[in-house]
C-alpha cells in the first residue's frame, strides 16, 4: 500500500504538468500564427498602418520586398520562397510592425509531380505549364 501511494503522489505533479504544458502549448501556436504574414509568390500584399512610416527593413531581400507607397501604406512582394521578417519603424525609432514573412505558392491553383526525387510544379491558370523555380 505504501508504493500505492507514492504513484499516486508522483502521478498528480505529472498530470499538473502534462495539463499545463498543453495549455501553453495551445496559447503559443496561434500567436505564432498570427505574427506571419503569408504572400504569394510573384504577388503583391498591401499593408495598412495607423501611422506613418520613416524606415522599412526586410530581413532577406531576395525572399521579399517592400515599397513605401504613401506614408501609411506598404506593399510588400513575394520575390522567392522562404521566410524572412518585415520591420516598420515610426518617425520616433518605435517598431510598427514587427513580423515574419512567408512566401510559398499559391496552393489553388499549382500542381505538384514527384518523380522519385525531382519535382516539378505547374501552374494551372488556365492550362497547366511547368513553372521555372530556380
Known amino acids: 500500500m505504501f508504493k500505492l501511494l507514492d504513484m499516486r503522489m508522483m502521478a498528480r505533479p505529472i498530470f499538473a504538468l502534462t495539463v499545463c504544458t498543453a495549455a501553453l502549448t495551445s496559447a503559443i501556436a496561434p500567436a505564432e500564427a498570427e505574427n506571419t504574414i503569408r504572400v504569394d509568390l510573384d504577388y503583391a500584399r498591401i ?15 531576395e525572399i521579399a520586398d517592400a515599397t513605401v507607397s504613401d506614408a501609411q501604406t506598404i506593399i510588400l512582394t513575394g520575390k522567392s520562397f522562404g521566410t524572412t521578417n518585415l520591420v516598420i519603424l515610426d518617425n520616433d525609432g518605435n517598431a510598427i510592425v514587427d513580423e515574419r514573412v512567408l512566401v510559398s505558392l499559391e496552393d489553388n491553383n499549382t500542381v505538384q509531380i514527384y518523380r522519385q526525387d525531382e519535382r516539378t510544379v505547374m501552374s494551372c491558370t488556365p492550362a497547366c505549364e511547368p513553372l521555372d523555380l530556380e
Open 47 to 61: 499593408i495598412k498602418l495607423d501611422r506613418p512610416v520613416s524606415r522599412v527593413i526586410v530581413g532577406n531581400a
